[in-house]
């Protein structure tokens, strides 16, 4: 079992490039989350979703766009990137609300 | 909203010693469940052990164990005989039952681990 992929691992982007971080899950889960990771602040919640075609936003959802056009699959996407979304991004997956996540390995995005 | 405090920055243990990470929580929730979270220099976040809040009994998974107190909202863990292995940055999070099962973490614990 793959689990959940994240891609890219690393990427390194200019300001105002745009850009999608693809995360899939092969699980049949119907909860998906992205979460960013800054130095000293733990995890905050970008956008979810808890089923497909359906998204929400999170706690720091300004600057970013999501998609769930396929169960499996959950995009993030960057319209135009500014030094401030760099950070680790983390994808993550439950079947329901009362299980722990499921997490991809992460993606390291700098925006120069 | 919903807070996990985890007061201790950075921890140390001594291999094959215990050691013990806090977390506190603020809610106002009855229903709800609490987490930890591994996630070592491979940045791969991995759970450890989770906690309903309905249950009484502490949660156990081997070597790590949680200390669970509702009144207090405190819900620490505690890693026994520990290991080179067990060296990583901890993370507490917590959970409504009702809430699209959205968890907030805590800012997380490094723990090192001394052979």
């Known amino acids: 079992n793959a689990g959940v992929t994240q891609t890219p691992k690393f990427r390194v982007l200019k300001t105002g490039q745009s850009m999608t971080l693809l995360c899939a899950q092969d699980m049949n889960h119907e909860y998906m989350y992205w979460y960013r990771q800054d130095p000293g602040m733990g995890l905050r919640l970008i956008h979810y979703?808890?089923?497909?075609?359906?998204?929400a936003k999170g706690e720091v959802p300004d600057g970013y766009n999501v998609s769930r056009l396929k169960k499996q699959n959950f995009l993030l996407g960057l319209e135009s990137a500014a030094p401030s979304q760099t950070s680790v991004y983390f994808c993550?997956?439950?079947?329901?609300?009362?299980?722990?996540?499921?997490f991809g390995s992460g993606t390291r995005l700098t925006v120069v | 909203a919903q807070t996990v405090t985890q007061s201790q920055p950075e921890m140390s243990v001594q291999e094959a010693e215990t050691v013990t990470l806090s977390c506190t929580y603020d809610t106002s929730e009855s229903d709800y469940y609490l987490f930890w979270y591994k996630q070592p220099p491979s940045r791969q976040m991995i759970l450890v052990i989770r906690q309903e809040a309905y249950k009484q009994q502490n949660a156990t998974e081997n070597r790590f164990s949680v200390n669970f107190q509702k009144a207090a909202k405190s819900f620490s863990l505690k890693i026994s005989d520990s290991q080179l292995g067990d060296a990583a940055m901890y993370f507490c999070a917590y959970r409504v039952n009702t809430n699209a099962g959205k968890s907030t973490f805590g800012d997380g614990t490094t723990l090192t681990v001394k052979p």
């Open positions: 979703s808890v089923g497909e075609g359906t998204t």
């Open positions: 993550a997956s439950t079947p329901q609300g009362y299980y722990g996540y499921t």
